[in-house]
């Protein structure tokens, strides 16, 4: 434990609570959750709706604020973090800008931050290319499917390069080819880009394929059941998922998923 | 009588025609949707001028169609001269102050929380009264020129607009509004990066509400007082002298300046807004 | 109540109150000038004691420089702007304390012009939804018609107004019914444009579904569509009451006509009796304000009835 509180870590959680104020009473998102994320990992959060994997990604973004326990971003309080902006963050839908093209969405944090006008091209170029949409910074996002306006909003979140890129269900809405081509692009990305990636997920091949740790959570009150150091290498084709390696640690994750359902 | 069974005769011919044109194949085509309009016109002007002719309906009642047209064209100046001081001088310039004053006004309401909860109910109240009311007030206090013309187009407009610029603002998604707060953006950068041009639907909205009720303030103030000039004024006088022609040629140029002002409003909106469902059509 | 609800309700009363208190604040240097003029007639002392001086100062200079005459400038007869009590005075002395009969009640005006607007309403509505079922149900109505209706809420169509009372007028129709005609056509084309798109709403999967069970047209009509049209209606008639009301008003305006909310808004910018037309403004606003607010509580019941409002 002590040595991964060592200067390589990212993300830092020491019994951190959140409880929502509403009008049916206190809702208890998370309890006593402690992890700690090191650079370069993929990490990603798996569970039932409601355990609260969303709302500690959103903590960790400074989106929400915990109510108990300490909460560290490279080092610093979250929010310190947000106004360093030391990460990009991915939502459920793309949410590009209808009335700014691709290429000025991906301006926008740009623009926000001040970059110079031949930094922003320099960098629209190169984004563009990681998330292979060369030759659609032109055009709207509502001319563009699904699948393109959620990796250009991906090339959105890399374009001022922080070190940690959040995801939140970021290919839920996909349908599952769209999805898979995805995970591998995305997979390529992480290896080139040697970023640190949180991800959300209620995907259990999914969170197996991309991860190399997988964080099981459970609901009511929202908590860490499991978490998993994955095995497989880093190299992994699609078809891994065919593998016996695989096809363990996905059991182990549904029986953490499992264990943590029949406690209501 | 031959031409008022003319007058039948011509209807049946032009609703023929449209009926021909809307089962036909180019049923949807742009050319059948504005023609059909067209021949409905045509038709209902064609017939009320051999209606007035067949039962000399005497002009103190109706006037036919081409004795309007007479009178427009010879009356020119004269109507130039009414739609310079009620549509340019009293309808625009009101529409300018008060669509701006909502537009900072709307500003303010959005950012303080409470000014919203206050304002708006109140504000959604007054836009659904009878605002011209007030013009004999305004007309006392700013006189007969257009210039309280202009008050009274500043007092209607500016309800609509504060409501329907304040209910865009609010337009943009939570999720939009997270993004920008994970680039830590200030306040104004998000107000004109975001926003602003999600409000921009909402806020033509307001606008195009608004030229309707900037002609109607414009005009019917004018009938609490004016100079011996304008288009409620014309109005008032030649209704009471019976010169009914003068009447409906004022009403002919109200009808193009309102249509004309709708149009170049709508027509701004499509260039900026062309990013909406609404406007991909 | 909950507690939003609270915060709610007390930042209508604060802005409401700012409204009323700025009210006061501006009556003072509005009628200032006319308050020195009575006290300078009166023989007493003001400063500067010559109208003509007065005349080019500024009104706050003269408040300061008269500050006695500051409560005078509430109370005045024919103020140019009369303070939020004088208003509400003759309100309930032209409401309450007048026989509803009595030429100068307020509630025997505000009948009048009820009566054309409601009578108007009711003639404009029912066409306007007739015109709207047609325009649905016919390819030509809708080809032929539809953009006429939607060009004439770009027009001041109000204009129409003053020759209608007249030409009335000259043929021998007089009273309500001309009134009634200028609300009904202001409050039609607005009901039209509402009821069409409501009765368009349904979307493809629910008329598909209809052609499934193959409904005719009719029931798809009594079924689907008109209960589908509900809250476009309700949107649309707070719209055209409002707008029938306002026809009612001006149409009282160009035969000098002796009774009614327009009536006493004239007569009144007539004499210079400035605290009735600010009480006809108020009857007119109460009016409209009942009117709409009775069709949100028809809404309401309707909706619910039909279960489609929380």
Known sequence: ?264 | MILVLFAVFLWLFGWWLNSRLASGPQADSRAVRFLAPMIFGLTIIAMWELVVRGLDVPLVILPAPSVIAVRFADSLPILWADFVQTIIKGALSGYLIGCSAAFLMAIAVDRWDFLRLGLLPVGNFVAALPIVGTAPILVMWFGFDWHSKAAVVVVMVFFPMLVNTVAGLREATAMQRDLMETYAATYWQSFLKLRLPAAMPFIFNGLKISTTLALIGAIVAEFFGSPTLGMGFRISTSVGQLSLDMVWAEIVVAALAGTAFYGLVAMIEKAVTFWHPSQRG | ?310
């Open chain 3, 1 to 310: 109540m909950t507690s939003a609800g609270i915060r709610a309700v007390w930042a209508v009363l604060t802005v409401v109150g700012v409204i009323i208190l700025f009210w006061y604040a501006a009556s003072v240097p509005m009628n200032i000038k006319g308050v020195l003029t009575e006290f300078e007639r009166a023989g007493e002392q003001v400063d500067p004691p010559k109208a003509v001086d007065r005349r080019d100062m500024s009104e706050f200079e003269l408040v300061f420089d008269n500050p006695y005459a500051i409560d005078e400038t509430w109370d005045q007869d024919r103020p140019r702007l009369p303070a939020p009590h004088q208003v509400a005075e003759e309100l309930w002395e032209t409401t309450v304390e007048k026989k509803i009969t009595s030429k100068r009640s307020l509630i025997y005006h505000a009948w009048v012009t009820l009566s054309a607007t409601m009578l108007g309403f009711a003639i404009g509505t029912g066409l306007g939804i007739l015109l709207a079922v047609g325009i649905v149900h016919s390819r030509v109505m809708d080809l032929s018609v539809m953009p006429w209706a939607i060009v004439s809420q770009t027009i001041p169509i109000i204009a129409l107004a003053p020759m209608i009372i007249v030409v009335l007028y000259s043929i021998g129709i007089q009273g309500i019914i001309p009134k009634a005609i200028i609300s009904a056509y202001l409050s039609f084309f607005p009901v039209v444009v509402g009821m069409v798109k409501g009765l368009r709403s349904p979307d493809a999967m629910q008329l598909d579904l209809l052609r499934t069970y193959n409904a005719s047209r009719s029931q798809g009509f009594w079924k689907l569509r008109l209960p589908a049209s509900m809250p476009y209606l309700f949107t649309s008639l707070k719209i055209g009451i409002a707008a029938s009301l306002v026809g009612a008003i001006v149409g009282e305006l160009p035969t000098g006509a002796v009774a009614g909310l327009g009536a006493r808004l004239l007569a009144g910018s007539y004499y210079g009796q400035t605290v009735q037309i600010w009480s006809a403004l108020f009857a007119a606003a109460i009016l409209a304000a009942c009117l709409v607010g009775l069709l949100g509580v028809l809404e309401r019941l309707v909706l619910k009835r039909m279960g489609m409002s929380q």
């Open chain 1, 1 to 264: 434990m002590s040595e991964a509180a060592s200067n390589q870590a990212v993300v830092q959680a020491q019994g951190l609570d959140l409880t929502f104020q509403t009008n049916d009473g206190p809702i208890h998102a998370l309890k006593d959750v402690n992890l700690t994320v090191d650079k370069g990992e993929f990490v990603s959060f798996i569970g039932p709706s409601g355990c609260g994997k969303t709302t500690f990604l959103r903590c960790i973004a400074a989106l929400e604020t915990p109510t108990g326990g300490t909460l560290t971003v490279n080092g610093m309080t979250p929010d310190e973090a947000r106004r360093n902006r030391a990460y990009g963050y991915v939502f459920q839908a793309a949410g590009l800008y209808p009335w700014r093209t691709i290429a000025k969405n991906i301006k926008l944090p740009l623009e926000i931050m001040g970059y110079s006008a031949a930094e922003q091209d320099e960098r629209v170029k190169n984004v563009l290319e990681l998330v292979d949409l060369e030759g659609f910074g032109g055009k709207f996002p509502w001319q563009l499917s699904g699948g393109m306006q959620q990796r250009a909003s991906i090339a959105r979140a890399l374009a001022f390069d922080a070190d940690i890129l959040l995801m939140d269900e970021p290919f839920g809405a996909l349908d599952e080819i769209v999805r898979d081509h995805l995970n591998e692009q995305l997979l390529a990305l992480w290896a080139r880009t040697e970023k640190t990636i949180g991800f959300v997920t209620h995907s259990i091949p999914e969170a197996v394929y991309l991860s190399t740790k997988i964080v099981v959570m459970s609901p009511r009150p929202g908590r860490i059941t499991d978490v998993i150091d994955s095995p497989l290498p880093k190299e992994r084709p699609l078809d891994i998922r065919d593998t016996p390696e695989f096809i363990e640690v996905a059991h182990r994750v549904r029986e953490g998923l499992r264990a943590g359902h029949t406690d209501d």
